[in-house]
C-alpha cells in the first residue's frame, strides 16, 4: 500500500512537473528555441504571486488573475525586445542571452525579495485531501493534476483548431514561407512567448503553494521541466505529461527507499531513458 | 602572377612580439612569490585557475560547438577526487590533481556517449543533469563528509611543503603551471591535423562531415580531453581552498556561469579571448565585488549585451579592426619580391 501511495503522489507530482516542462516544449517547438531561465522565470512567477497576495490578500489561486496576464506581458515584452535577436541558426546567442537572462533574474530576485524562502499561503487548500481506496490524496496535487492535463489539452487545442495556432505551426515549418504567406513571424514568436510564460506562471503559482521557493531553485525547475520534455519525446505535449509522471514517480519512490535518493533517482531515471530511448518515448519532431 | 611571388606563413611580426612578450611575462609571473604579497598571489593563483577553465570551455563551445552549462561537474568531481585520494587513498597531492585528470577523463567516457545523445540546447541541458547527478552523489558519500562536506586534514597539507610560504609559492606555481600548460595545449591541438578538423567543423558541420571527418569521435576527443583537464583544475582549485561540500565544488554560478561570461566578454572561438576576458572579470570583480548581486547583474547585462552586438568579444572587435592574431593558428598568403602587375 505504502507504494502504492508513492506511485499515486508521484503520477500528481508529475502534473506540476509537465507544467515546467510545457512551457520550454512550446517556444522549441514553435521557434526552436531553449530557454536556458525557463526555471528562473516559473520562480519569478511565483514572487509575482507572493507580491499580489501580500499586497491585496487574495487567494493565490485568484492571484492567477493577475500573475498570468503579467507574466504573460513579460513574455511578449521579452521575446520582442531581446529574444528575437537571437534567433538563426548559430545556436550559442539564444543559449548565452538566456544564460545571462537566467543569472540576471535570480540575482535581481535576490536584490528585490532577499535569500529567505517563501510560501504563498493558499490556507486550508493547502492540507485538504480526500481518501480514495485507503490513499489519501491532497486536493492540491489532485487540482494541480488536473490544471496540467486541461492546461495541455488547451495547448494542443490552440495548436490545431485556431488561427494562432495555425501560425505557430507555420512559423515552425519554415519561417520564410510563412512570414511571405502575411505573417509577421516576429510578432507570432512574441505571442508565442507570451502563451508559454502565462504556463509559466500557472506552473509558478502552484509550485508556490506546494512548497517554499527562494531565488536560487529556478535551476533545478529547469532541469525537471527539461527532463519531462526529453523523456516523452521532443515536440509531444501529451508525451511532456507521460514524462512528468514517470519524472515524478521515480522520485517519490527513490525517497520513498532514502530520502536522500529523491532527486537522484528522478535523474537516473531521465539517463536510463535517454540510453534506451534517445529520442524519448513518443518524440513528434527531430531535435 | 606567378605563384613564386607568394609565400604562405603562419607566423607574423605581432606574434613574434606577442610570444616574446608572453615569455617575459612569464619569467617575472614565475618569479612572483619574490615580489608579490600574499593577497596577491592567492588572487593570481585564482586568476590562472578561471583562466584554465575558460580556455578549456572555450576549446568545447568555440571551436567543437559543444556548449556545456555543467562543467562544474567536472570541477567538483577533481575537487572530490584530489580529498578521496588524499584522505582515503594516501597518496600525496600531487599524485592526486595527476589521477584526477586520468579519473575525469574514465568518467567523461560513458557520460560523453549518454549526453551525445541530445543536440544543441538540450546536449547545454543534459550536462547540467550530468552536474546535478554528481553533486547530488557526492553529496551521498558519508566518507567524504556528505552534504556538509569536508575540510583537508592538516598532515596532508602538509606533506605539500613543510612552511606556509613554500606551501603558498608552490601552490601559486601549480596554477601558473596549469594555465600555461591548459592554453599551450590548446594551441598545439587546434595547430594539429586534430584542430584542422574541429575548426572545419565549426565553420561548417555539413561541409566538414562530407570531407571524411569523423565529427562525432572529433567532439568525443575535445570533450574527454577538457574533463581531464577541467578535473585537474577543479583538483588545483580544492587544494586552494582546502575545504570542500557538494554545493560549493558543483557550484554553477562560480565553474560555469563565471566561465562562460569570461569566454563571451572576451571572444568566443579565439585562444586570446579567454585571456583577454580573465583579466576584464577580474578587473570587474575586485573593482565592483562590494556591490553584491548587483555585480553579478551587471555582469550578466554585459554578457548579453556584448553577445547581441559585439558577438566576438573584445578580442573580435581587435581583431577585425588590427587584423592581428597573436596565437597564429591560421595561414597568411603574403606576397613578395616584386611583382610585375595584379
Known sequence: MEWLNAIVQGTLLGGLYALFAAGLSLIFGVMRLVNIAHGDLIVLAAYLGLTVTTATGMHPMAALVIVVPAMALIGYALQRGLLNQTLGDDILPPLLVTFGLSVIIQNGLLEVYTADPQTLNAGALETASVAVGGVALGILPLLTFGIAIAVIWGLQWTFYHTALGRAFRAVSDNQDIAQLMGLNRRHIFGLAMALALGVTAIAGILLGIRTSFDPSIGGGRLIFGFEAVIIGGLGNLWGTLVGGVILGVAQTIGAKIDPGWQLLAGHIAFLVILAVRPNGLFPRVSG | ?342
Do not use: C
Open chain 2, 1 to 342: 602572377m606567378n605563384l613564386q611571388d607568394y609565400s604562405v606563413s603562419r607566423s607574423s611580426k605581432a606574434a613574434r612580439v606577442a610570444a616574446l612578450l608572453a615569455a617575459v611575462t612569464l619569467l617575472v609571473l614565475i618569479a612572483a612569490p619574490w615580489w608579490a604579497g600574499r593577497a596577491d598571489m592567492r588572487l593570481m593563483g585564482e586568476l590562472f585557475l578561471y583562466l584554465s577553465l575558460a580556455t578549456l570551455w572555450n576549446l568545447m563551445a568555440g571551436y567543437a560547438g559543444l556548449v556545456s552549462v555543467g562543467q562544474q561537474a567536472y570541477v567538483g568531481f577533481g575537487g572530490y577526487m584530489l580529498f578521496a585520494l588524499t584522505m582515503l587513498g594516501g597518496l600525496n597531492p600531487l599524485v592526486a590533481i595527476a589521477a584526477a585528470g586520468v579519473l575525469g577523463a574514465l568518467i567523461s567516457i560513458p557520460v560523453a556517449v549518454l549526453i551525445f545523445r541530445l543536440r544543441g540546447a538540450y546536449f547545454a541541458i543534459g550536462t547540467w543533469v550530468i552536474a546535478e547527478v554528481f553533486r547530488l552523489s557526492f553529496a551521498q558519500i558519508s566518507a567524504l563528509g556528505g552534504g556538509s562536506g569536508s575540510s583537508l586534514p592538516v598532515g596532508i597539507v602538509k606533506s605539500l611543503a613543510s612552511g606556509r610560504a613554500m606551501r603558498e609559492a608552490l601552490s601559486y606555481w601549480l596554477a601558473l603551471g596549469a594555465a600555461v600548460l591548459v592554453v599551450t595545449a590548446v594551441y598545439l591541438f587546434l595547430r594539429s591535423r586534430q584542430g584542422l578538423a574541429l575548426t572545419a567543423i565549426r565553420d561548417n558541420e555539413l561541409a566538414a562531415g562530407s570531407l571524411g571527418i569523423d565529427i562525432w569521435r572529433t567532439k568525443f576527443i575535445v570533450y574527454v580531453v577538457t574533463s581531464a583537464f577541467t578535473a585537474m583544475i577543479g583538483a588545483l582549485i580544492f587544494l586552494q581552498k582546502l575545504r570542500i561540500s557538494p554545493d560549493a565544488a558543483f557550484s554553477v554560478n562560480d565553474w560555469t556561469a563565471f566561465v562562460i561570461f569570461i569566454v563571451v566578454i572576451g571572444g568566443i572561438g579565439t585562444i586570446e579571448g579567454p585571456i583577454i576576458g580573465t583579466l576584464v572579470f577580474f578587473a570587474l570583480r575586485e573593482t565592483l565585488a562590494d556591490l553584491g548581486t548587483t555585480y553579478l547583474i551587471v555582469l550578466g547585462v554585459v554578457a548579453i549585451v556584448v553577445m547581441l552586438k559585439a558577438p566576438k568579444g573584445i578580442w573580435g572587435v581587435i581583431r577585425s579592426r588590427y587584423d592581428l592574431q597573436l596565437f597564429p593558428l591560421g595561414y597568411r598568403v603574403k606576397h613578395i619580391g616584386q611583382s610585375k602587375e595584379n
